[in-house]
């Protein structure tokens, strides 16, 4: 196994613009994971641990934006995340034990692209924008546009993912996680809202990517009673059984969560 | 490559991508960290990079460059957090004692209950039922 030390990220994005398929390592919660099942098909890595260009949180104009590098340990206890996207803190407390929070990154979270990736439900309903950065320059995509398929992407080979923009998110936020224990378990439905006139609703864990409501949160934007959009989002939704859970588990769960979403918010 | 290891400067030549926690057992013949799951689930591999406690066996070893590791070695078998594991039923087969007390190491002295079972919650115990280990924790701080 080859691995590259970039010295800065021009260093990184030139070497990925030369040798590329490279695959970029942050805290490695879900790389040495793979490597360690004989599941992962790279065999050359890039190691962006280091560039502190991707480190960071800040705000600007009101948009807040964390970099790439940033741990769920960082973005947990990070006054800004609190004060502007508060869903995001308690995914990220609720990410793995304490060791996988000091490691595992945002960036990483959202190059992953597992279905059932804590952080993505959130970023979903907050409307983030990825920003992705080549050789070539910026391009800023829609969280929402940004997977393709299972654990597909639009990201280029020669694009590293250097931070995420979050627009000011008017209404309350919500967020809740049901797996089999409340650390160390990939979750079996994850849900964030965003109690706004037209609410926000985004599900992990019952599609192929994280999804967006749009059918149920349009009914409720409407006006419907919360039965109604619970009838709804059992007709958008289409999970499957996995070795996690069974699809009549998930729907029954999502709809239940809808509900104490829409009571604790209302 | 050079890095701190439980205090002292080292200089160990290994693989990039060698798992830290096989760089410790085999390179620096450091055995107590133990490798539990292998993927980042038991926590029986903690130990702390520059203070923080990560799982050893999902760390390349490239990433602890000029970074400072201590391992229960460097605890030097006499911390309060040893003491009180072995005195109050704390380790019983002692394969998750190590990262159980390094984790633990991290929450700092006098840490609340809830801290302690939200601390701990990454490292799994399959002989205590937890509640000794909780006891041990608040104890060292007695």
Known sequence: ?266 | MRFTLNGAPAEVEAPPMKRLLDVLREECALTGSKEGCGEGECGACTVLVDGMPVVSCLVPFAQVRDAEVVTIEGLGGTHPLQKAFAELGGAQCGICTPGMIMAAVALGPDPGFEEIRRGLAGNLCRCTGYEAIYRAVQGASA
């Open chain 1, 1 to 266: 196994m080859d691995l590259l030390e970039p010295r800065s990220l021009d260093d990184a994005l030139g070497m990925l613009r030369q040798h590329a398929p490279l695959m970029p390592l942050a805290g490695c919660t879900d790389v040495f994971v793979a490597l360690q099942f004989g599941t992962e098909t790279a065999r050359r890595f890039l190691n962006i641990w280091g560039l502190d260009e991707l480190r960071g949180i800040d705000v600007r104009d009101g948009v807040l934006r964390m970099g790439a590098l940033a741990t769920y340990t960082e973005l947990g206890r990070s006054p800004l995340v609190w004060e502007h996207l508060p869903m995001l803190v308690a995914a990220s407390r609720e990410v793995g034990g304490m060791q996988i929070q000091n490691r595992g990154t945002l960036g990483g979270n959202i190059a992953n692209g597992s279905p059932a990736g804590d952080s993505l439900p959130v970023l979903a309903a907050a409307d983030a924008v990825v920003v992705l950065r080549s050789l070539d320059g910026e391009r800023r995509v829609p969280f929402t546009e940004f997977y393709t398929g299972y654990r597909a992407t639009v990201i280029r080979p020669d694009e590293l993912i250097v931070a995420v923009e979050v627009p000011p998110v008017e209404g309350a936020q919500w967020f809740r996680k049901v797996g089999t224990r409340a650390a160390q378990a990939i979750s079996k439905v994850v849900m964030a809202g965003v109690r706004a006139p037209r609410p926000r609703i985004a599900l992990g864990s019952v599609a192929a990517t994280v999804v967006r409501l749009p059918q149920t949160e349009n009914a409720l934007a409407a006006g419907s009673t919360l039965e109604e959009a619970q009838r709804v989002l059992r007709q958008e939704i289409h999970p499957i059984d996995d070795v996690r859970s069974t699809a009549a588990y998930r729907l029954r769960v999502a709809a239940n969560l809808l509900g104490q979403f829409w009571a604790e918010t209302g």
